[in-house]
């Protein structure tokens, strides 16, 4: 098996090409079937059963593109499309969308990416007074304390630790070992819970 990779020049050239695809597609798009006229299955037979072994070239792809994928879209942003709304998206958010590929953090907390997590808690603060929200759902500036400490991840395993050993302590009688306590306690969850909080169950 080759393995093909695409060098920054390479990206260059294709980037340009895919924006202009992309333009042409905008422009033109009301000139395509709004919903497409095809049956279930339709695309199986027009790729192959197994995974390829080799690398395709670039140029092969985007003529499948045409060839395979757009008969089977459907035209969210046609001028004819009247199902939900007209346009799914527009030229910024699809830099945007380039722009976050490219630096590819997953902000679940301050420490992961502070700027993703401290532009979307100051973002929703917008939606919210937009919103006429009560003050309770705007973090503001109590925000900031929470987002400053790089601590966050380990402070449930810590905190239900302490609640732990606190509750040991409280009702353990005196002929009864720690260990066999601390087997029989429960821990009440939502299925919203975060995943750290289960992983915190378990120690």
Known sequence: MKIVTMDTAEFRRRGKEMVDYVADYMDNVEQ???YPDVEP?????????E??????????IMTDVERVIMPGVTHWHSPYFYA???????YPAMLA????TAIGCIGFSWAASPACTEL???????????????????AGQKAKEEESSRAQPVRPPVSMLAARCKAVAAFRP???RNQRLKSSLN?????????????????
Request: aromatic letters at 12%; one cysteine or more.
């Open 32 to 34: 395509r079937p709004v």
């Open 41 to 49: 299955g339709y695309l199986r037979s027009l790729i192959p059963a």
């Open 51 to 60: 995974a390829p072994l080799e690398p395709e070239k670039y140029d092969d």
């Open 84 to 90: 939900y709304f007209p346009a799914a998206s527009s």
């Open 97 to 100: 969308d380039m722009l976050c």
């Open 120 to 138: 979307e808690t100051v973002m929703l603060d917008w939606l919210g007074k937009m919103l006429n929200l009560p003050e309770d759902f705007i």
């Open 174 to 176: 005196p002929t009864l």
């Open 187 to 203: 821990w009440w969850l939502t299925l919203q819970s975060r995943l750290i909080l289960q992983w915190s169950v378990l120690l």
